[in-house]
């Protein structure tokens, strides 16, 4: 079986985990939530196809929405996040190109690079939550509130996280 496809399977589970069990807990001044899950959709190979991203998308989304009880809002934003993706990652090339079979973390094009191409996504996917939950009871200054708050506080777990697996592949 393939490494690769074996070492996304398992942070794939991780991350469901680890969403499930603590993140889904971690919530800030009641508007900054936690959703560290999307950071498997930032770190797939750049070369997956687009396709292959959707379902992986819609998979996580699709979990995510049967533990929180969500009827399909964390499925449409991650649809949303991956369809979005590679249009990001075309526009936001480092000079020079990717790599073959590189994928987007720390050591691809340094944490400038990083910030900018996670960020975008990140608060992509928030804005499609958060504006799909609050369209009965829409109240824009609250929603845009728990977007940002909720884009920081995921950018800073998902980099946190990003470190951990970095650290444990040197090891």
Same mark, same amino acid.
């Given at each position: 079986m393939?490494?690769?496809?074996?070492?996304y399977? =398992? =942070?794939?589970?991780?991350?469901?985990?680890?969403q499930?069990a603590i993140?889904?807990?971690?919530?800030?001044?009641?508007?900054?939530?936690?959703f560290?899950?999307?950071?498997?959709?930032?770190?797939?190979? /750049?070369?997956?196809?687009?396709? %292959?991203? *959707?379902m /992986?998308?819609?998979a996580?989304?699709?979990?995510?929405?049967?533990?929180?009880?969500?009827?399909?809002?964390?499925?449409?934003?991650?649809?949303l996040?991956?369809? %979005?993706?590679g249009k990001?990652?075309n526009?936001?090339?480092?000079?020079?190109?990717?790599?073959?079979?590189?994928?987007?973390?720390?050591?691809i094009?340094?944490?400038?690079?990083f910030?900018?191409?996670s960020?975008?996504?990140?608060?992509?996917h928030?804005?499609a *939550?958060?504006?799909?939950?609050?369209?009965?009871?829409?109240?824009?200054?609250?929603?845009?509130?728990?977007?940002?708050?909720?884009?920081?506080?995921?950018?800073?777990?998902? *980099?946190?996280?990003?470190? *951990?697996f970095?650290?444990g592949?040197?090891?």
């Open positions: 393939n490494n690769r496809l074996v070492k399977s =398992i =942070i794939f589970i991780l991350l469901a985990i680890f499930i993140a889904k807990n971690l919530i800030l001044f009641d508007t900054a939530f936690a560290p899950y999307i950071l498997i959709l930032l770190i797939l190979p /750049i070369s997956i196809s687009d396709t %292959s991203a *959707l /992986i998308g819609f996580m989304g699709l979990i995510m929405d049967m533990f929180y009880n969500t009827g399909g809002i964390h499925t449409s934003a991650c649809v996040m991956m369809y %979005s993706r990001w990652l526009l936001n090339t480092p000079q020079g190109g990717f790599d073959a079979g590189s994928a987007p973390d720390l050591s094009a340094g944490v400038p690079w910030i900018t191409y960020i975008v996504l990140i608060f992509l928030h804005a *939550l958060f504006v799909i939950e609050s369209f009965g009871a829409f109240s824009f200054w609250m929603t845009t509130k728990k977007i940002f708050l909720s884009t920081l506080l995921t950018f800073f777990l998902c *980099l946190i996280l990003l470190i *951990l970095e650290r592949k040197r090891k």
